[in-house]
């Protein structure tokens, strides 16, 4: 079965940085689009990033733009986001998304 299984959440200061990784199984991973979306306390689901199959094309959403960097390892099957500079703002679970389906979330808190 499909599984999207994100990783690499925690605390950090403002300003700081993180990796988040999600590893994926279950489909034919390079075949695919993926996205990462996240959610914020009390607030609906926002894109936040997409790449395509290859990796040659990515987009993102103006809030993070400049600071956050989206990559994929189809070898390894695993998609990643590289977290620079980040803002109190930037808190919330963050999800991958791709072939229909979304991880269970890892939990990104900016604060000092």
Known sequence: QV????SGGG????????????AASGFT???YMMSWVRQAPGKG???VSIINHDGSSTNYSDSVKGRFTVSRDNAKNTLY??????KPEDTAVYYCHGAD????G???????
Do not use: A, K
Not at 11 to 22: A, H, T
Not at 81 to 86: A, D, H, K, V
């Open 3 to 6: 599984q999207l299984v994100e």
């Open 11 to 22: 605390l950090v200061q403002p300003g700081g940085s993180l990796r988040l990784s999600c």
């Open 29 to 31: 991973f390079r075949d």
């Open 45 to 47: 689901l926002e894109w």
């Open 81 to 86: 986001l590289r977290m620079n500079s980040l």
């Open 101 to 104: 389906y979304r991880g269970q």
């Open 106 to 112: 890892t939990q990104v808190t900016v604060s000092s």
